[in-house]
């Protein structure tokens, strides 16, 4: 069993930056895709970004330039760096992993965040 602890989340004003992280309690073959999903109020869940084990990044399309996903040394913990942040970026946001990353991409992760909230004021 993994457990994803999310933290970073908070209060922002238009135009500023956030960093979230998440951290999986342990290390393991689930932890091959670490990503992030969003849902904002009345919405459904959104995939934000996802890293794979080797490096490589994934990102909504709307989203690309502004939020950065990464991941650390240890594999264990997935960033996102979200910059120029905009009103419609409030949501709450979910570190989710998988096996495998197409499961993860369509939202079928093995294990999920309990979610962070993002707030960006006007």
């Known amino acids: 069993q993994v457990t994803l602890i999310e933290s970073g989340g908070g209060l922002v004003q238009a135009g500023g930056s956030l960093r979230l992280s998440c951290t999986a309690s342990?290390?393991?073959?689930?932890?091959?895709?670490m990503g992030w999903f969003r849902q904002a109020p009345g919405k459904e869940r959104e995939f934000v970004g996802a890293?794979?084990?080797?490096?490589?990044?994934y990102y909504a399309d709307s989203l690309k330039g502004r939020f950065t996903v990464s991941r650390d040394n240890a594999k264990t913990t997935v960033f996102l760096q979200m910059n120029s942040l905009k009103p419609e970026d409030t949501a709450v946001y979910y570190c989710?992993?998988?096996?495998?990353?197409?499961?993860?991409?369509?939202?079928?992760?093995?294990?999920w965040g309990q979610g962070t909230q993002v707030t960006v004021s006007p």
């Open positions: 989710a992993t998988a096996f495998k990353f197409a499961s993860l991409r369509v939202g079928a992760a093995d294990y």
């Open positions: 342990l290390d393991s073959a689930t932890l091959y895709a």
């Open positions: 890293a794979t084990w080797e490096g490589n990044t």
